[in-house]
């Protein structure tokens, strides 16, 4: 071989390396692009529970999780309505505050990928991650370093090729596996999400058949007898199925964190000591409460109802784990957090007994909804599951400790609140419309059933109702009759405009006009919570109705 031919050879040699040195960069950087997008699926993935449950704090440990890749740059988290939730950022801009969708793209030699956080069906946030995909420095570095080793590896061809080559049966081992490894993690938590969804679905369909059975059978007796006590004994009965069936939905929102809450700012000593006389109704001759509540407690904002009920079902828990009585103890203390400005102090709230108490496999599951301890038929498994909700809809935590044959503690930890309690409205009055002013009530509802029985309600309360279904009617009929005194709309509806937005068009159109808002939907219910619109949870009852109608005609426009 003569030297032109060597340095031929070897400028062929250079000249191919580059070559493949650019498409091995294409490679890479698509195999760089494909592991990035697995990246955010299996970060979208893991966010589905902490968006769903509004749990920042696990929300920001996903987030942070990221760091360990050097190539991140930055990554966030975004609830439903676009707003960040978490964010990590290692070099360059932060995150945006709001994520916008769309197809990946390049800002310079970062690749920026969005994608949505899905459960089922339903879309509940986004996530954001920038990487690089490399640096200039790096890839000249690497373009000459590949040369300088081709040009030195020209006699060793044969060698590298064989370690070429093994090195390539290696890497196709190595994605196979990885192949195999993602196949089963999905697998696992497709089956777990099944799991949860069984568990779920069916406790909640054996507690409804049960309601509905005895709503079925106590219509068909009441068709059978002429009995006024004992038709008044089934009416009663089937009221009662149906505010059991209203109070296990509202159970079920609380542990989902779907149910709008009411909070306001609490003394919870006063609070809890005002339970003395529910707590003795609810428990049995052999168990006793005793309170330790020290005088300076500081003030909680929470939705003093469900603050009761939670305590309340862990009380009943607490009894139900004492066969043969005990005691109970209820304290509070105050857990200051050290900090000047006071952020992050908590009251801590603990109740604790002396039953059986609780198997250490079983503690993790305590606030699972549907899981109890108890024989069938004597629990519904939703207590603690609204206590947990209660305590994560507050911005706290709930907790328990328990040993067994010594008892159980379940404590809650709840922010302190430094507002000021504001003193109660006074109670509207309630009954029917004063005949000498007969109110008109325009009723805006899809659902012809619900409708013809809403009506009935508004016309028994002495009120004159006119009917439309859907938004832009009952647009249409407030400027036809401008005697309407009141609107009384779904949420739900089909078409452009809901009750949501029916409500901030009526605001506009008639400003003097009260509007009173109605759905089963939790998370319409809260939106419309949070404008300080007057919103009636489906089911109520005709009492409930009467209060709120005449409240808001006594009182200011909503």
């Given at each position: 071989?003569t030297?032109s ?5 070897a400028?062929?040699?250079v000249l ?11 490679l890479?950087?698509?195999?760089r ?7 955010l ?5 893991s966010m589905?529970a902490p ?8 929300a920001r ?6 760091s360990s890749?050097?190539?991140v740059?930055a990554?966030?988290a975004y609830?439903?309505?676009g707003?960040?939730?978490a964010?990590?950022?290692r070099?360059?801009t932060p ?5 916008v969708l769309g197809?990946p793209r ?6 920026v990928?969005t ?5 089922g069906?339903t879309v509940?946030g ?5 990487t690089?995909?490399e640096?200039?420095?790096r890839?000249?570095m690497?373009?000459a370093g590949?040369?300088l ?8 061809v044969?060698?590298l090729?064989a370690?070429n080559?093994?090195e390539?049966e ?6 196979a596996e990885?192949?195999?490894r993602e196949?089963?993690?999905d ?6 999400k099944?799991?949860?969804m069984g ?13 509905l059975?005895?709503a ?7 068709e059978?007898?002429?009995d006024?006590t004992?038709?008044d004994?089934l ?5 009662q199925?149906?505010?059991?069936g209203?109070s ?5 929102l ?8 009411k909070p306001e700012?609490?003394?919870?000593g006063e609070?809890?000591a005002?339970m003395?006389a529910?707590?003795?109704r609810s428990l ?7 309170m330790?509540?020290?005088?300076d407690l500081w003030?909680?904002?929470?939705d003093?109802?469900?603050l ?5 079902n862990?009380?009943?828990n607490a009894?139900d784990a004492?066969?043969?009585?005990g005691?109970?103890v209820?304290e509070a ?17 603990a109740?604790?007994d002396t ?13 699972e909804p549907?899981?109890t301890t ?11 599951s609204q206590?947990y909700g209660f305590a994560?809809?507050?911005?706290g935590e709930?907790?328990v400790?328990s040993v067994?044959g ?5 404590w809650?930890r709840i922010?302190?609140s430094?507002?000021s309690?504001?003193?109660p ?5 309630t009954g029917?419309a004063?005949?000498?002013g007969?109110?008109?009530v325009?009723?805006?509802e899809?659902?012809d ?11 028994e309360l002495?009120?004159?109702?006119s009917?439309?279904g859907?938004?832009?009617?009952a647009?249409?009929a407030l400027?036809?009759?401008p ?8 949420m739900v509806?089909?078409?452009d405009i ?8 009526i605001?506009?159109?008639r400003?003097d006009l009260?509007v ?7 998370a319409a ?5 949070k404008?300080g619109r007057r919103?009636?949870?489906?089911p109520?009852?005709i009492?409930?109705l ?5 409240a808001?005609?006594?009182g200011?426009?909503?």
């Amino acid at each position: 071989m003569t030297v032109s031919m060597a340095v031929g050879l070897a400028i062929a040699i250079v000249l191919a390396a580059f070559g493949m040195a650019v498409y091995n960069e294409r490679l890479s950087q698509q195999e760089r692009f494909r592991q990035a997008q697995v990246q955010l699926r299996i970060l979208a993935s893991s966010m589905a529970a902490p968006l769903a449950f509004d749990d920042r704090s696990a929300a920001r440990e996903y987030v942070g999780a990221q760091s360990s890749n050097p190539d991140v740059e930055a990554v966030a988290a975004y609830d439903m309505q676009g707003g960040l939730a978490a964010g990590y950022t290692r070099a360059g801009t932060p995150p945006p505050t709001r994520n916008v969708l769309g197809p990946p793209r390049m800002d310079g030699s970062r690749l920026v990928l969005t994608a949505p956080v899905i459960e089922g069906e339903t879309v509940l946030g986004s996530v954001y991650l920038r990487t690089m995909l490399e640096s200039p420095t790096r890839r000249a570095m690497r373009y000459a370093g590949f040369a300088l080793l081709i040009v030195m590896a020209a006699l060793l061809v044969a060698v590298l090729g064989a370690a070429n080559a093994r090195e390539a049966e290696a890497y196709r081992k190595l994605k196979a596996e990885i192949r195999e490894r993602e196949k089963a993690e999905d697998a696992l938590r497709q089956s777990q999400k099944m799991e949860a969804m069984g568990q779920l679905t069916g406790g909640v369909a054996h507690d409804f058949n049960n309601l509905l059975m005895v709503a079925s059978s106590g219509l068909d007796l009441l068709e059978r007898t002429s009995d006024p006590t004992r038709r008044d004994r089934l009416r009663q009965g089937i009221r009662q199925a149906i505010d059991r069936g209203a109070s296990l939905t509202q159970q079920l929102l609380a542990f989902s964190r779907r149910s709008p809450l009411k909070p306001e700012v609490v003394d919870i000593g006063e609070r809890l000591a005002g339970m003395h006389a529910i707590l003795d109704r609810s428990l049995r001759e052999d168990v006793t409460v005793r309170m330790e509540l020290p005088p300076d407690l500081w003030r909680v904002e929470v939705d003093a109802s469900q603050l009761e009920v939670a305590v309340l079902n862990i009380a009943i828990n607490a009894r139900d784990a004492m066969p043969d009585g005990g005691a109970i103890v209820i304290e509070a203390r105050n857990e200051p957090s050290g900090r000047p400005d006071g952020a992050g102090d908590m009251v801590r709230l603990a109740i604790r007994d002396t039953g059986v108490g609780v198997a250490p496999d079983m503690v993790s599951r305590l606030f699972e909804p549907f899981f109890t301890t108890k024989a069938v038929g004597k629990g519904t498994g939703l207590g603690l599951s609204q206590v947990y909700g209660f305590a994560r809809a507050s911005g706290g935590e709930v907790g328990v400790e328990s040993v067994l044959g010594e008892g159980t503690t379940i404590w809650l930890r709840i922010p302190r609140s430094t507002k000021s309690p504001v003193a109660p409205a006074p109670a509207a009055a309630t009954g029917k419309a004063s005949p000498a002013g007969r109110q008109r009530v325009l009723l805006v509802e899809d659902d012809d059933s619900v409708a013809q029985l809403v009506e009935e309600m508004l016309r028994e309360l002495g009120y004159e109702v006119s009917r439309v279904g859907d938004g832009a009617s009952a647009l249409e009929a407030l400027r036809a009759d401008p005697d309407v005194q009141l609107v009384f709309s779904d949420m739900v509806m089909p078409g452009d405009i809901g009750g949501l937005d029916l409500a901030r068009d009526i605001s506009r159109l008639r400003p003097d006009l009260p509007v009173v808002l109605t759905t089963g939907y939790s998370a319409a219910a809260a939106a419309a919570s949070k404008e300080g619109r007057r919103v009636l949870v489906k089911p109520y009852r005709i009492e409930a109705l009467a209060a709120e109608l005449e409240a808001v005609l006594v009182g200011p426009a909503r």
